[in-house]
C-alpha cells in the first residue's frame, strides 16, 4: 500500500480547555465530533509559544522559537530550518498549503510545494517589538479591547472573506488531486484565522449560542494580577476601555459562533475527502497554533502563559486506527517528528536540533515522561518567560517575575502559586533546575534585543524608496485551466471527471 496522505487542519486561537476530551459538550461541532471519535485525542496539548508566528514556526519545524529566532509576529523564518513540508516533500510526498502559516521573511513556501491563498497577515518587519522601550504601545497594529466592545454579527467580514477563501481553494485542491494527475501522496495544510478575534460571526451561528457560558474565574483588580499579566493589561491597552458584561457575552458568543462556522468549512473538507474516496488512506491532524483567555481573570486573546492561551486542542486521526485520551502532556513540537515516524519519513539528520518528539509510541501506550516547554517572548515581555508541563505540575519563570508554581489537577485555574510554599520547596526547586538546565535566560534575552534591533533598522530602510513586498501572491495559471486550444477536449473532458466512468 502507497504511503498514506495527509491532511492537517489548523486553526487560530482555539483555548484548549474547550477540548477537554474532543470539543466540549455546549459546541455544535458534529463534523468535530465526528472526527474526535476517530482520532487520539491529547487533552493536554501546548502550544510551543502563545503567539501566532512563533507557534506556527515551531509547530512546522518540531524547534522552540529560541532555537527558530522566531521570537514574535515580525521574526523572519529562517529558510534553511526544515519543516514538515520539507521532509515530506523530500520524501515523495507533493505539499501544499492553503490558508495562513504568518510565515515572515522573503520565503512564503517553507518546503511547500504549491500555496494556494496569500497569507491573512503581513510577511515584513513591521510588527517588531522593542524591548528597548517597555510599556511602548505600538498603536497601529498592537491588540485593543475594540476586538471586545465591537463584538458583535455581521454576514462578511475580513477574516470571514479570509477563510471562505481557505476552504473554497482546499475542496478545490481535493478534487484536483483525486483526479489523480499527480500520482504522489500528499500532505495539504488547511490553515483558518478563525475563531481569532475580531469576535465577529455570521447570523447563522450566532443564534446557536443565544445564552453562552460566561467565564469561570471573574474579572481581577488590576493590581491582583501577577507581573506578566499587568503587561499584558498595558499592552492591550484596557484604560481606555469599559468593558461590560454584555460586552463578555457578545464576544464569547461571538467566538463560540465561529468554531461552529470552522465546523461547517471542516465538515465540507472532509466531505470531499470522504466523497473522493481518500479518507480511508489519509492521516487528519487537528489543532491550534494558540488558544484565547476570553474574559478568564479579565484577560482577552493570547501571549500568556496561562491554560487558556498556551494550550491547544490536538487530534490525530491514522487510517484504521482507534480513538482514544491522552491525558500526558504533549505539544505542537511533536507534530512534526509525528507525521514522519507515522509515513516512515527518518528525521535523524536534524533531530539533534528537534525539540519535539513523536507521539507515536504515546499513541501506542508508552508514558509520555518528558516536559513540554513554551516560550514567550513578544509584545507584552520586557524580557522572554519560559514554562514547563510535567505531569500536574507547570512551572513559571522570567527573570523579572517572581516564579509561578501550579498543581493543575488541584488548580485547574491556577489561582494557586505554590513557588513560595515550604511544602513545595523541592518541587519548585526542581523545575528551577531544568529552566537552568534548558534555557541560558541571559544569551536568550539578548539574543531577542539583538533580532529586534536589526529588524527596526531593515524595517526602517526598506520604506524608503521603491518597496517590493514579500507577501504571497498566488498565481492562476488561468491558461492551463478549463478549456484551452493546445488541450485536446475529450482527453480534458475524461480526465477532469472523477470518478470516471460513473
Same mark, same amino acid.
Given at each position: 500500500?502507497?504511503?498514506?496522505?495527509?491532511?492537517?487542519?489548523?486553526?487560530?486561537?482555539?483555548?484548549?480547555?474547550?477540548?477537554?476530551?474532543?470539543?466540549?459538550? =455546549?459546541?455544535?461541532?458534529?463534523?468535530?465530533?465526528?472526527?474526535?471519535?476517530?482520532?487520539?485525542?491529547?487533552?493536554?496539548?501546548?502550544?510551543?509559544?502563545?503567539?501566532?508566528?512563533?507557534?506556527?514556526?515551531?509547530?512546522?519545524?518540531?524547534?522552540?522559537?529560541?532555537?527558530?529566532?522566531? !521570537?514574535?509576529?515580525?521574526?523572519? =523564518?529562517?529558510?534553511?530550518?526544515?519543516?514538515?513540508?520539507?521532509?515530506?516533500?523530500?520524501?515523495?510526498? =507533493?505539499?501544499?498549503?492553503?490558508?495562513?502559516? %504568518?510565515?515572515?521573511?522573503?520565503?512564503?513556501?517553507?518546503?511547500?510545494?504549491?500555496?494556494?491563498?496569500?497569507?491573512?497577515?503581513?510577511?515584513?518587519?513591521?510588527? *517588531?517589538?522593542?524591548?528597548?522601550?517597555?510599556?511602548?504601545?505600538?498603536?497601529?497594529?498592537?491588540?485593543?479591547?475594540?476586538?471586545?466592545?465591537?463584538?458583535?454579527?455581521?454576514?462578511?467580514?475580513?477574516?470571514?472573506? !479570509?477563510?471562505?477563501?481557505?476552504?473554497?481553494?482546499?475542496?478545490?485542491?481535493?478534487?484536483?488531486?483525486?483526479?489523480?494527475?499527480?500520482?504522489?501522496?500528499?500532505?495539504? *495544510?488547511?490553515?483558518?484565522?478563525?475563531? %481569532?478575534?475580531? !469576535?465577529?460571526?455570521?447570523?447563522?451561528?450566532?443564534?446557536? !449560542?443565544?445564552?453562552?457560558?460566561?467565564?469561570?474565574?471573574?474579572?481581577?483588580?488590576?493590581?491582583?494580577?501577577?507581573?506578566?499579566?499587568?503587561?499584558?493589561?498595558?499592552?492591550?491597552?484596557?484604560?481606555?476601555?469599559?468593558?461590560?458584561?454584555?460586552?463578555?457575552?457578545?464576544?464569547?458568543?461571538?467566538?463560540?459562533?465561529?468554531?461552529?462556522?470552522?465546523?461547517?468549512?471542516?465538515?465540507?473538507?472532509?466531505?470531499?475527502?470522504?466523497?473522493?474516496?481518500?479518507?480511508? #488512506? *489519509?492521516?487528519?491532524?487537528?489543532?491550534?497554533?494558540?488558544?484565547?483567555?476570553?474574559?478568564?481573570?479579565?484577560?482577552?486573546?493570547?501571549?500568556?502563559?496561562?491554560?487558556?492561551?498556551?494550550?491547544?486542542?490536538?487530534?490525530?486521526?491514522?487510517?484504521?486506527?482507534?480513538?482514544?485520551?491522552?491525558?500526558?502532556?504533549?505539544?505542537?513540537?511533536?507534530?512534526?517528528?509525528?507525521?514522519?515516524?507515522?509515513?516512515?519519513?527518518?528525521?535523524?539528520?536534524?533531530?539533534?536540533?528537534?525539540?519535539?518528539?513523536?507521539?507515536?509510541?504515546?499513541?501506542?501506550?508508552?508514558?509520555?515522561?518528558?516536559?513540554?516547554?513554551?516560550?514567550?517572548?513578544?509584545?507584552?515581555?520586557?524580557?522572554?518567560?519560559?514554562?514547563?508541563?510535567?505531569?500536574?505540575?507547570?512551572?513559571? %519563570?522570567?527573570?523579572?517575575?517572581?516564579?509561578?508554581?501550579?498543581?493543575?489537577?488541584?488548580?485547574? %485555574?491556577?489561582?494557586?502559586?505554590?513557588?513560595?510554599?515550604?511544602?513545595?520547596?523541592?518541587?519548585?526547586?526542581?523545575?528551577?533546575?531544568?529552566?537552568?538546565?534548558?534555557?541560558?535566560?541571559?544569551?536568550?534575552?539578548?539574543?531577542?534585543?539583538?533580532?529586534?534591533?536589526?529588524?527596526?533598522?531593515?524595517?526602517?530602510?526598506?520604506? #524608503?524608496?521603491?518597496?517590493?513586498?514579500?507577501?504571497?501572491?498566488?498565481?492562476?495559471?488561468?491558461?492551463?485551466?478549463?478549456?484551452?486550444?493546445?488541450?485536446?477536449?475529450?482527453?480534458?473532458?475524461?480526465?477532469?471527471?472523477?470518478?470516471?466512468?460513473?
Amino acid at each position: 500500500m502507497s504511503r498514506p496522505n495527509i491532511l492537517i487542519i489548523m486553526v487560530d486561537q482555539l483555548n484548549g480547555t474547550l477540548f477537554p476530551d474532543g470539543p466540549a459538550p =455546549f459546541l455544535h461541532t458534529p463534523h468535530l465530533d465526528a472526527l474526535a471519535a476517530q482520532s487520539t485525542r491529547f487533552q493536554n496539548a501546548y502550544c510551543a509559544s502563545p503567539l501566532c508566528a512563533p507557534s506556527r514556526a515551531a509547530f512546522m519545524s518540531g524547534q522552540l522559537a529560541s532555537r527558530t529566532r522566531v !521570537y514574535d509576529n515580525a521574526a523572519e =523564518f529562517p529558510s534553511a530550518i526544515p519543516t514538515y513540508a520539507h521532509h515530506l516533500r523530500r520524501a515523495g510526498y =507533493f505539499t501544499a498549503l492553503s490558508g495562513k502559516m %504568518h510565515m515572515v521573511g522573503p520565503d512564503q513556501l517553507h518546503g511547500f510545494e504549491q500555496r494556494l491563498t496569500t497569507d491573512v497577515y503581513p510577511a515584513d518587519f513591521g510588527w *517588531t517589538p522593542d524591548y528597548r522601550k517597555p510599556g511602548e504601545r505600538i498603536d497601529w497594529w498592537y491588540h485593543n479591547m475594540g476586538s471586545v466592545t465591537g463584538a458583535g454579527c455581521a454576514e462578511i467580514s475580513n477574516q470571514l472573506e !479570509y477563510d471562505d477563501e481557505v476552504a473554497y481553494n482546499a475542496k478545490a485542491k481535493l478534487y484536483d488531486l483525486a483526479r489523480g494527475a499527480d500520482k504522489r501522496p500528499f500532505c495539504l *495544510t488547511v490553515s483558518f484565522t478563525h475563531p %481569532h478575534d475580531p !469576535y465577529v460571526a455570521r447570523k447563522k451561528f450566532w443564534d446557536m !449560542y443565544p445564552d453562552p457560558p460566561m467565564p469561570t474565574i471573574p474579572a481581577m483588580d488590576y493590581e491582583d494580577h501577577d507581573p506578566h499579566s499587568k503587561r499584558i493589561f498595558d499592552a492591550n491597552d484596557w484604560r481606555s476601555f469599559d468593558i461590560t458584561e454584555d460586552d463578555i457575552r457578545r464576544s464569547r458568543r461571538a467566538y463560540f459562533a465561529n468554531i461552529s462556522y470552522l465546523d461547517e468549512k471542516i465538515g465540507e473538507i472532509m466531505g470531499v475527502l470522504k466523497d473522493c474516496r481518500m479518507d480511508d #488512506n *489519509t492521516i487528519v491532524v487537528f489543532c491550534s497554533d494558540h488558544g484565547d483567555m476570553l474574559g478568564e481573570r479579565g484577560l482577552w486573546f493570547k501571549m500568556s502563559l496561562y491554560e487558556g492561551s498556551s494550550r491547544v486542542p490536538l487530534m490525530i486521526r491514522t487510517p484504521g486506527g482507534a480513538g482514544g485520551a491522552i491525558t500526558a502532556p504533549v505539544s505542537l513540537l511533536d507534530v512534526t517528528p509525528t507525521l514522519a515516524d507515522l509515513v516512515g519519513v527518518d528525521m535523524g539528520e536534524v533531530m539533534p536540533w528537534t525539540d519535539g518528539e513523536s507521539l507515536v509510541p504515546t499513541m501506542n501506550g508508552t508514558p509520555r515522561e518528558a516536559s513540554v516547554a513554551v516560550e514567550y517572548a513578544a509584545e507584552a515581555s520586557y524580557a522572554p518567560l519560559v514554562s514547563l508541563r510535567r505531569g500536574a505540575w507547570k512551572y513559571n %519563570h522570567c527573570e523579572l517575575d517572581p516564579p509561578q508554581l501550579f498543581n493543575l489537577d488541584d488548580d485547574p %485555574h491556577e489561582l494557586t502559586n505554590l513557588a513560595a510554599d515550604p511544602a513545595h520547596a523541592d518541587t519548585a526547586a526542581e523545575f528551577a533546575a531544568e529552566v537552568a538546565r534548558r534555557w541560558d535566560m541571559a544569551r536568550f534575552d539578548s539574543e531577542v534585543r539583538e533580532s529586534q534591533a536589526r529588524r527596526w533598522v531593515v524595517y526602517e530602510a526598506l520604506r #524608503n524608496g521603491a518597496y517590493y513586498p514579500w507577501d504571497f501572491q498566488p498565481l492562476q495559471q488561468a491558461s492551463e485551466r478549463y478549456m484551452r486550444n493546445h488541450l485536446d477536449l475529450n482527453v480534458l473532458e475524461e480526465n477532469q471527471r472523477f470518478p470516471r466512468g460513473e
